[in-house]
């Protein structure tokens, strides 16, 4: 049995084919003028779950990198706050050290006493040192 090629069959073939090729050069053209190269899911549908799932990644590095920024800034406050303390605590330190000497008069003693309350008083208001709302 032979079978006959008829001009109708080479015409629905010659247009099947200019059909394809004007659905691909309109996704050649959609990815020149977007700039990418998979414009919907259906085109690559494994590139375009790969692009979704790296994209998500990129979003929690994003929010990794503002809870580091966040915490370093937290330490570096916590940090400014226990120097401050640790410099009061030093000159407190001193201050003690010369009441103790027994070289002081009563007056001096007591305006070293008042300062050494002073002290105590920044030390409070540093200690209430917070960031970010949350006292450290």
């Keep these: 049995m032979t079978l006959r090629i008829t001009t109708q069959m080479v015409d629905n073939s010659t247009l099947n084919t200019i059909n394809n090729d004007l659905n691909q050069l309109d996704n050649t053209q959609a990815s020149l003028s977007t700039g990418y190269q998979i414009n919907q899911a259906s085109d690559n549908p494994y590139g375009a779950a790969l692009s979704l799932s790296l994209s998500s990644q ?19 406050t916590a940090s400014q706050s226990l120097q401050s303390i640790q410099q009061v605590a030093q000159t407190v330190r001193t201050l003690t050290v010369e009441g103790a000497n027994s070289t002081l008069n009563a007056t001096d003693l007591a305006n070293a006493a008042q300062e050494v309350l ?4 920044q030390v409070k208001e540093t200690a209430d040192t917070q960031y970010d709302g949350s006292y450290i």
């Design 58 to 76: 990129i979003k929690a590095f994003g929010s990794y990198q503002q809870n580091i920024n966040q915490g370093v800034a937290w330490v570096q």
């Design 118 to 121: 002073q002290y105590i008083g």
